[in-house]
């Protein structure tokens, strides 16, 4: 009896001298970037270990790189396991899965786990609150999103692009069209290549104070760079025109916009709107905000309907 015990002994040596192979190399995997194998070799430890007596540092590696590939559904489902083990929570755990829950679309518990990653850090970082802002963008509440994006531009280690572009829409969807003015330009600046989006939504800010030439210049601009033809810079750039009195090339735009989305219901409703003012006679100049309002669900606000194209292309 005494040599099968050290049989088997040594054979569980051998196992967990093999599990801890797997797992370093699995970790050398995540830091080098090669996630797609990194899964491999932490599913080879916690196939080993058995899931009930796997590591959170094990579901939590696995976690991280289902996260790094956009595998969000797995990604929670790991994470949770790697929190539900943790002794002490981890700022980075719940900051990781709050963004995943983002990118899932679950908004309300993206915002409760980075609060949780918030407090659990001294001052937070700047990507708790960036996405933080992110999810309460998507809920409407732009007051938090110009303060959370406020505090990611201070904590970062370099002034990024992102966090100025989120902060200048929350400003417009508040009617605050200088700040929003600064902020989308300085988005532009901090750009390494000109997008679309920053000039498409600093046009409707210009839009928005009255200058009408430069709404042009910007959303021609956005027209330019896009690689596919948008509806809304169409849809924009008409209102821009109309509210500037150039009324045959309002018409155009919005002509143009239809023929791109024959079902958009607001540029019908717009185009409708403007030949029923007979807009080739003079017509008193109004606020985009003003006439909008007149003609229906073009626009609900500064951020209605302009998100169709936006949400869907963050990385713009």
Same mark, same amino acid.
């Given at each position: 009896?005494?040599?099968?015990?050290?049989?088997?002994?040594?054979?569980?040596?051998?196992?967990?001298?093999?599990?801890?192979?797997?797992?370093?190399?699995?970790?050398?995997?995540?830091?080098?970037?090669?996630?797609?194998?990194?899964?491999?070799?932490?599913?080879?430890?916690?196939?080993?270990?058995?899931?009930?007596?796997?590591?959170?540092?094990?579901?939590?590696? &696995?976690?991280?790189? #289902?996260?790094?590939?956009?595998? =969000?559904?797995? *990604?929670?489902? $790991? /994470? !949770?396991? +790697?929190? @539900? %083990?943790?002794?002490?929570?981890?700022?980075?755990?719940?900051?990781?899965?709050?963004?995943?829950?983002?990118?899932?679309?679950?908004?309300?518990?993206?915002?409760?786990?980075?609060?949780?990653?918030?407090?659990?850090?001294?001052?937070?970082?700047?990507?708790?609150?960036?996405?933080?802002?992110?999810?309460?963008?998507?809920?409407?509440?732009?007051?938090?999103?110009?303060?959370?994006?406020?505090?990611?531009?201070?904590?970062?280690?370099?002034?990024?692009?992102?966090?100025?572009?989120? &902060?200048?829409?929350? #400003?417009?969807?508040?009617?605050? =069209?200088?700040? *929003?003015?600064? $902020? /989308? !330009?300085? +988005?532009? @600046? %901090?750009?390494?290549?000109?997008?679309?989006?920053?000039?498409?939504?600093?046009?409707?800010?210009?839009?928005?104070?009255?200058?009408?030439?430069?709404?042009?210049?910007?959303?021609?601009?956005?027209?330019?760079?896009?690689?596919?033809?948008?509806?809304?810079?169409?849809?924009?750039?008409?209102?821009?025109?109309?509210?500037?009195?150039?009324?045959?090339?309002?018409?155009?735009?919005?002509?143009?916009?239809?023929?791109?989305?024959?079902?958009?219901?607001?540029?019908?409703?717009?185009?409708?709107?403007?030949?029923?003012?007979?807009?080739?006679?003079?017509?008193?100049?109004?606020?985009?905000?003003?006439?909008?309002?007149?003609?229906?669900?073009?626009?609900?606000?500064?951020?209605?309907?302009?998100?169709?194209?936006?949400?869907?292309?963050?990385?713009?």
């Amino acid at each position: 009896m005494k040599g099968l015990s050290g049989a088997i002994s040594e054979n569980k040596g051998k196992a967990d001298a093999a599990v801890n192979e797997y797992f370093e190399k699995g970790v050398e995997l995540v830091e080098s970037g090669e996630f797609d194998s990194a899964i491999n070799y932490f599913n080879k430890v916690i196939e080993l270990k058995g899931e009930a007596d796997a590591s959170a540092d094990d579901f939590g590696y &696995r976690g991280t790189a #289902y996260w790094q590939l956009g595998n =969000y559904d797995n *990604a929670i489902c $790991d /994470l !949770t396991t +790697a929190i @539900e %083990l943790m002794d002490t929570d981890d700022a980075d755990a719940y900051y990781l899965r709050g963004n995943a829950y983002y990118e899932h679309g679950d908004y309300n518990k993206a915002i409760s786990d980075l609060t949780k990653a918030i407090e659990l850090r001294d001052t937070g970082s700047a990507g708790d609150y960036f996405y933080r802002g992110l999810s309460y963008f998507e809920n409407g509440n732009y007051d938090r999103v110009v303060g959370d994006m406020t505090k990611a531009i201070r904590l970062s280690n370099e002034e990024a692009a992102d966090p100025y572009f989120w &902060r200048g829409l929350a #400003y417009g969807a508040r009617d605050e =069209y200088d700040a *929003a003015a600064s $902020d /989308l !330009t300085k +988005a532009i @600046e %901090l750009r390494d290549e000109e997008t679309a989006n920053d000039y498409h939504f600093r046009g409707r800010v210009f839009n928005g104070l009255g200058n009408y030439d430069n709404a042009v210049r910007d959303i021609t601009r956005a027209i330019e760079l896009r690689d596919e033809a948008d509806t809304n810079d169409y849809c924009w750039r008409g209102v821009a025109y109309y509210n500037g009195g150039d009324y045959n090339n309002a018409i155009n735009d919005i002509d143009t916009a239809l023929q791109i989305d024959p079902s958009n219901a607001a540029a019908q409703e717009f185009r409708n709107e403007m030949t029923n003012r007979s807009i080739q006679q003079a017509a008193p100049q109004s606020s985009g905000s003003d006439l909008l309002k007149g003609i229906g669900t073009i626009a609900a606000g500064f951020v209605g309907g302009i998100l169709l194209g936006l949400l869907g292309d963050r990385d713009r």
